[in-house]
């Protein structure tokens, strides 16, 4: 089908696009351990596991904000948005090859910062990457769709934090819950649930945010 | 081809184009001219559907793959180089035989040596002349050029002259230019705005 | 002209009929609960206000959603409006929830309440859609760009709520016993007027409010066709 095959070709933009200028990747990878050093020093000794986890998911959700800012900024520059709404592909199939390249970026951040949550905390539970995995789905999604709303105002970057964060509370209490109760599958239910309803959503109205 | 009925535009509060009405058959060739600021962009932009209307209507008969628009900015990649940026459009606008078409159109407007340059390295002219490919990639049916002439030397002027010329009986064409003494002679409308 | 006139001020006066009826009927016939006393009267206010907020966002992401169909400009002041609404009486719901929060368990504010933090966070919500809305130019885009994200918000409600829920399980705040809505008759009478009057009181502000706008908007196009 053409759409996806206009996904696969502005996927492929973005892919291409990062590998060029290679700033979003590594700023998100830095920032993600950097993250989780401050934490290590903002934690009292006697803290408990489950608040590193809280940590965890605090310095993802930064990480994400951080890809987030950058994802429109090649279109942003030059209003090549202009040159990719014009085109006959569906607007939607922008999003999506958006938010595909934003969840391939959360996940290589992810790769580097388990790793080092291990290292610096304590053990990663499969429980956790599950979580991850489908907290990511709604982060790029929901985030994918407010970038673009943001990189159409003035304070760009100002008001993509304050679009984002109310709007991600339950991805983080689901990832949360899913890492420290004794039970996650109902965490990890929910999670399904907001991936489905906020990608369909996003999937939907991101026409009507690139387009008058 | 091209209708508008009390077409005008505003910006917050202050509005560029007012109660505009404009009929553009196919296969004709309006020329706009007007001072910076007067709305030639903007009626250009309305009329590619980049824009919506604040007031009135414009209808333009065809689909977006029909339509080819030349913006102030030539809406290219920086990063990526003319081979890519023309591929991606290629692929987008879905055009047969891709990269022939698109060596085709590299070499008539002098850019096949520079086609693996990052664009964010070409001169303006450069970038202008790369747009004008972009714009003629997937042959439209309707051509929207908003100064096509700026940052072009004597010789590339030349390149769009002759691109204007085919395409007047082939295409219908809105050209909007603050300079109209090239356009002007082939052009069968004429619009000025204040 | 004259018809809309009409109908403002019947709304108005309903509405304060209503609030007048509601606040008298919550403060002095409504009977005594048994737990609670007279502190448990201010339910009467505050979970009206609640749900009349429900109502405004409702109402807006309606609006938004006729924008979005219908390209219709005159729909994105009326989703504006309605959001403007909701967020004033979510920040009543905010203050009266915090009142009886003090009066009731002596803390201005618990997490343990549900609809508290819920609130909470579509005030926060509902704060970004304004500066949104300040951030962007007036025109096509805002309109879109501001239903778009009104129609994000009614989503968050529920998920939120379910999220809220979900979180009590680990986070383990101190659990205050409060009666639920187990009301007598007569208790839910007197709900039901105060009910009434705050959504008499959201119609008549959003009737006023958008009048007032559309007079403003109609103010400046007669200036601009004058010059």
Known sequence: ?212 | MIRARGLGRRFGAKRVLRDLDLEVPTGGFLLVTGANGSGKSTLLALIAGLLAPTEGEVDVELPRERIGYLAHEPLVYRELTALENLDLYGRLYHVPERRETIGALLERFGLWEARHQRVGSYSRGMQQRLALCRVLLHDPELLLLDEPYSGLDASAQTLVDDVLAESVGTRTLVVASHDPEHVGPLSTQALALA | ?227
């Not at chain 1, 890809?67 to 999506?96: H, N």
């Not at chain 1, 993509?160 to 965490?187: K, Q």
């Not at chain 3, 680990?170 to 208790?187: A, C, E, K, L």
């Open chain 3, 1 to 227: 002209m004259s018809l809309r006139n009409n109908r403002a001020v019947l709304l108005a006066a309903a509405a304060s009929v209503l609030v007048v009826a509601g606040f008298a009927l919550a403060l002095f016939w409504a009977p005594e609960d048994a737990d609670q006393g007279f502190s448990q009267r201010i339910f009467y206010i505050h979970v009206p206000i609640a749900l009349t907020a429900y109502a405004c966002f409702g109402w807006g992401a309606w609006k938004a959603l006729r924008l979005l169909w219908t390209r219709e400009p005159r729909y994105d002041l009326e989703s504006y409006t309605a959001v403007h609404m909701g967020v004033i009486f979510g920040i009543l719901t905010l203050v009266t929830g915090s009142i009886w929060a003090k009066i009731s368990w002596g803390v201005w504010w618990t997490w343990s309440e549900r609809q508290l933090t819920l609130f909470l966070v579509l005030f926060l919500f509902y704060c970004a859609y304004f500066m949104l809305r300040f951030s962007v130019e007036a025109g096509p885009r805002r309109a879109n760009l501001s239903a778009v994200y009104a129609l994000f918000g009614v989503a968050l409600i529920p998920v939120s709520f379910l999220a809220i829920r979900l979180a009590e399980n680990f986070i383990h705040p101190v659990v205050f016993t409060r009666d639920g809505p187990q009301m007598s008759g007569s208790m839910f009478f007197v709900f039901c007027v105060c009910l009434a009057a705050m959504l008499a009181l959201f119609a008549s502000l959003y009737t006023n409010e958008l009048a007032g706008k559309r007079i403003d908007a109609r103010l400046r196009e007669l200036r601009e066709a004058l010059e």
């Open chain 1, 1 to 212: 089908m053409t759409y996806f095959a206009d996904v696969a070709a502005l996927a492929r933009k973005d892919i291409l696009l990062e590998l060029r200028s290679r700033d979003t990747l590594p700023a998100m990878l830095l920032f993600v351990v950097s993250a989780l050093v401050v934490f290590h020093f903002s934690l009292p000794s006697d803290a408990s596991a489950t608040a590193s986890t809280g940590l965890l998911w605090i310095a993802l959700l930064f990480t994400a904000l951080l890809g987030l800012g950058r994802a429109f900024s090649a279109e942003r520059e030059q209003r090549v948005l202009d040159g990719l709404v014009l085109a006959p592909c569906d607007r939607s199939a922008i999003w999506l090859a958006k938010s595909l390249g934003v969840l391939a970026f959360l996940g290589v951040a992810e790769a580097v910062a388990l790793p080092a949550y291990a290292l610096f905390f304590g053990p990663v539970g499969w429980e956790l990457v599950a979580a991850i995995v489908l907290a990511d789905i709604g982060l790029a999604a929901v985030g994918t769709l407010l970038a673009a709303m943001a990189a159409a105002s003035r304070a760009r970057e100002l008001l993509l934090p304050l679009l984002f964060l109310p709007l991600v509370i339950p991805v983080v209490v689901g990832g949360v819950g899913a890492t420290v109760v004794e039970d996650p599958g109902r965490y990890l239910g929910f999670l399904a649930l907001y991936d489905l309803i906020f990608a369909i959503l996003s999937w939907a109205s991101f026409e009507y945010v690139v387009a008058e």
